[in-house]
């Protein structure tokens, strides 16, 4: 029924910030070069996500509306966080919380679009788009006020969606990304040009324009190996680390997540440089297989765990203290 479904959608979407890493997460598996967001009113009245990916074709749009239809992750291949996504759910969810339009084109076919309002599916109908996918959300969580109330401000969630979008921005330096503010006369809140050099320039260049050029002129590269775990990234220099603001970052497999380890971590590779009130900028990356991460199937949170908390944190920690050594620390 409509209701069990957006039970089951506020699960996957608590706020507008959860709808744009969805839909951007979406565009980055379509194989997206230039992905552009336009939100207005903190996302509560549109969020609109523009790629140039693979696109769907007409036949398959009513299938990306069905829940668990399309998965790119099928049971076996629960462990592969290579592919973002969680099983099928994020554009069902997105259909019963909100009024959701997909305008598409793949190569050779006409655009198509469909819409999805009040768990009412329509017709594919014929559009106009040159290539990609538009999908549109419009006033999220219109039919459930309770679930509206609970939302903070525009700028809130507004500021919410800059910061979803800023990681994930992180992870694709390949990646052209606009954020928009489109609740008056459109105002870009977030631009990072897709970068063309070697993997680790073109992680500086986009963490220069994530994190600012200060953390990017006062970082150390790291780059190295443990056990099947490759560490990458950019962590700050001693004398760069700051007080307040802290901006640490881990990425797994190219999914950005919440861990305490990297705090830790950071705190124990940093211990003979800076007071326990100092806090290192960092940006690492971990690649490994992914039998080597626990992944937490709740769809919101998007939580991994190595199986080896012992031996991330040790690659960390020697990772960085070389990289300290080396430049001279
Ligand atoms: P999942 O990402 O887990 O497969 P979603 O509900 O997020 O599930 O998306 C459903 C399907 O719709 C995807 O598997 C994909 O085939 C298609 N799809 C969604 N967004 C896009 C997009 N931006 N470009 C191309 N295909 C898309
Ligand atoms: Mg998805």
Redesign the pocket.
């Known amino acids: 029924s409509a209701a069990v479904n957006r039970i089951a959608a506020g699960e996957v979407v608590e706020r507008p910030a959860s709808a744009v890493k969805?839909?951007v997460?979406?565009?980055i598996?379509?194989?997206?070069r230039r992905i552009g967001i336009d939100v207005s009113g903190g996302g509560k009245i549109l969020i609109r996500?523009t790629?140039d990916?693979?696109?769907?074709a007409p036949s398959?749009l009513p299938?990306?509306?069905s829940?668990h239809?399309?998965?790119?992750?099928d049971g076996s291949d629960l462990l592969n966080i290579h592919?973002?996504?969680?099983?099928?759910?994020?554009?069902?969810?997105?259909g019963a919380v909100g009024r959701l339009t997909?305008t598409?084109r793949v190569p050779g076919e006409a655009a198509a679009e469909i819409t999805v309002a009040g768990g009412e599916t329509s017709a594919v109908k014929p559009a106009a788009l040159n290539s990609?996918?538009v999908?549109t959300l419009r006033d999220l969580f219109y039919a459930t006020p309770a679930r509206l109330k609970f939302l903070r401000t525009d700028r809130a969630e507004a500021q919410a969606i800059t910061d979803v979008v800023k990681r994930l921005a992180m992870a694709e330096p390949f990646i052209r990304f606009e954020l928009r503010d489109v609740s008056g006369d459109p105002r870009t809140v977030f631009r990072a040009e897709a970068q063309t050099r070697d993997p680790m320039s073109a992680l500086r260049a986009r963490l220069s324009d994530v994190l600012g050029a200060e953390f990017a002129e006062n970082s150390i590269a790291i780059d190295t190996e443990r056990e099947g775990l490759h560490l990458t990234g950019y962590a700050a220099l001693p004398t760069y680390s700051r007080g307040a603001a802290v901006a640490q970052f881990l990425f797994v497999n190219g999914r950005p997540v919440k861990d305490k380890l990297l705090t830790g971590a950071l705190r124990a590779a940093y211990f003979d440089f800076l007071s326990r009130d100092r806090h290192p900028a960092a940006a690492l990356f971990v690649d490994c297989d992914p039998q080597l991460v626990d992944v937490n199937v709740h769809p919101a949170k998007s939580e991994v765990r190595f199986r080896d908390p012992g031996l991330a944190r040790g690659l960390i920690v020697s990772g960085l203290r070389h990289a300290l050594a080396d430049a001279g620390h």
């Open positions: 969805e839909l997460e979406n565009a598996d379509a194989g997206a996500v790629d990916g693979c696109g769907i398959d299938l990306a509306l829940r239809a399309t998965s790119k992750i592919t973002f996504g969680f099983r099928g759910e994020a554009l069902p969810s997105l997909i598409s990609g996918t999908i």
